[in-house]
């Protein structure tokens, strides 16, 4: 596992060669790391994928043993190009065999098909748990720290809400610092802040065609003295006239 002094680290793997090519622009890697954020909880991967199963295979067996949990996201429909959990299977080292809970679920709903077209919905790796939430029709499947998602934005979002509780952690503390001069100017101040401040995450990110201000600073961590130091040591370091304001979330 990745470490951290602070709590559960998450890799996302999304799948799908519509997202590679452009015909659909990817929204459930930018929900779930806003989601996490606000959960208190490291997001420090995501992996998109083609619709290949060694693909899938190569970056489960990488992400399963380092990282604490690990969401999927597409390619577990009934369609040729629905290898997703093909690829986890493959990754962790397993064969894929009827699920009775899956296999009954999908009978009360396609009674004709689960015994054709959607047979293949069935099939999940030894070991496979289904994850009911609250209002959910249909679980989430869990295998190992793995939690797979549909790839279709409003599904996951309903999934991932319904459990999202399950995986909260002490919150992120965060302050911005709107400085009105050049990124440039402001790295010494920076490396001075963060040698100081062991454990902060300081980001800078230049603002363009602002009169106020040029660069926002920000200043993050589960620990508010951390913060706090951090704010005071670089606020010490900015002239005044150069700070345009200080906002906390």
Known sequence: ???????????????GNEILSGKVTEQNAHYMAGELRA???????IAILPDCVDRIAEEIAYCQPRFDLVFTSGGIGPTHDDVTIEGIAKGLGQILSPHPGLYELLKQFYPMEVETSLKKMTLVPEGTELIYG???KTPILMIKNIYIFPGVSEFLRKK????????????FHLT??????????????LNQTIAECPGLLVGSYPVLHQNEYKVIVTLESKEIITLKRGVAT???LAPQELIWKVESV
């Open 1 to 15: 596992m990745i470490e951290t002094s602070s709590g559960k680290t998450v890799a996302i793997v999304i799948t």
């Open 39 to 45: 959960l208190g909880v490291h997001l420090e991967r």
């Open 134 to 136: 609250n209002h959910l």
């Open 160 to 171: 991932f809400d319904a459990i999202k509780e399950r995986f909260r952690e002490s919150p």
């Open 176 to 189: 911005r610092i709107f400085l009105n001069l050049d990124e440039e100017r402001i790295v010494p101040w």
């Open 234 to 236: 670089l606020l010490a």
